[in-house]
């Protein structure tokens, strides 16, 4: 196998069964079977392809980011178990953009290297005070 010979899709949500179980009982509909960081990666290795970039994203139905957060733990571990097949993988994380949430000390996690905000009907000066504080990327 090729290491890191491919990219993936920016748009990834991993997600184990105890995240799933902070909204058990609190949806109208079925939750997903969890999909994991490792199983997704093992699956990608069964078939020979180890990716250069994953991004996990935030999963909405989840009441704040801590997926992304595990992950990144999960990361690490993966890392540290198997530095050959894992070493050379960047995991990002796209986390909850609310401010009440997307703090400074959550900014400043070593793998969130960025932020996204996806304003739909916002307009941007409604968004900007917020965030301009806390990320360097205004103009």
Known sequence: MA???FYVDGHV???TASDLAA???KLPYALPAPHTLSAYLANLAKAGRVPTFLNNVHLSI???SSNVFHSFAEMERLRQEQ???YGAIRLVGTIKADPAYATAERLSHPQVVGI???LHDAPPDSVRPVYAARCDCWP
Request: negative net charge.
């Open 13 to 15: 949500h991993f997600f």
């Open 83 to 85: 530095p050959e097949l």
């Open 3 to 5: 290491a890191n010979d």
């Open 23 to 25: 909204v058990a009982g």
């Open 62 to 64: 989840l009441p704040d």
């Open 116 to 118: 996204r905000i996806v």
